[in-house]
């Protein structure tokens, strides 16, 4: 079995399978009486044939390292993001697609407060929260059509932090 070392979540690592939804650096603006920063437009939505932004809450259970990945998951016709509703980390999973299929994978550990976007058709984990409530708020594509693909490894993966 291969093993995927974790890593901290870095937007610029990140960047080829999506955004780093979090409050680095200084708000783009202060509102409410100047209580409060706006981080301004921190990931893209990109939804295809149809679709249109939905909000869903996801109540994930918790998972233990080390972790076997033996699937991975995308989704053609819209991009998703996933936002804690709390300060714990969680997992994040990404892969390069090779020709239809998840190269290697890449492992990423978000920092307390860090959310994600996953690109439409990048290849990604499952919702796997390390610690905390695992309840998040997703952002992704409601419509019809066949918006996920998945693939099961043959040789499964093994997560270590």
């Not at 890449?106 to 407060?113: C, D, E, N, Y």
């Not at 409530?133 to 490894?153: C, K, M, P, T, Y």
Request: proline share 7%; hydrophobic share 40%; net charge negative.
């Amino acid at each position: 079995m291969n093993t995927i070392h974790i890593h901290p979540l870095i937007a610029d690592t990140f960047a080829p399978f999506g955004d780093v939804i979090d409050t680095a650096g200084a708000p783009d603006k202060m509102i409410n009486q100047g209580l409060c920063g706006r981080f301004h437009d921190r990931a893209g939505l990109d939804f295809i044939d149809g679709g249109k932004a939905g909000i869903s809450l996801f109540q994930a259970e918790l998972r233990k390292l080390p972790l076997k990945l033996d699937m991975m998951e995308r989704h053609p016709l819209g991009s998703q993001a996933f936002l804690p509703m709390s300060m714990d980390g969680f997992l994040v999973v990404v892969a390069p697609d090779d020709g239809g299929r998840p190269g290697a994978p890449l492992a990423f550990r978000t920092a307390p407060g860090q959310g994600v976007n996953y690109h439409r058709n990048v290849w990604h984990g499952v919702l796997a929260p390390l610690s905390g409530s695992g309840l998040f708020a997703v952002i992704d594509r409601i419509g019809a059509g066949d918006n996920l693909q998945e693939h099961w490894f043959d040789q499964p993966y093994m997560l270590e932090g």
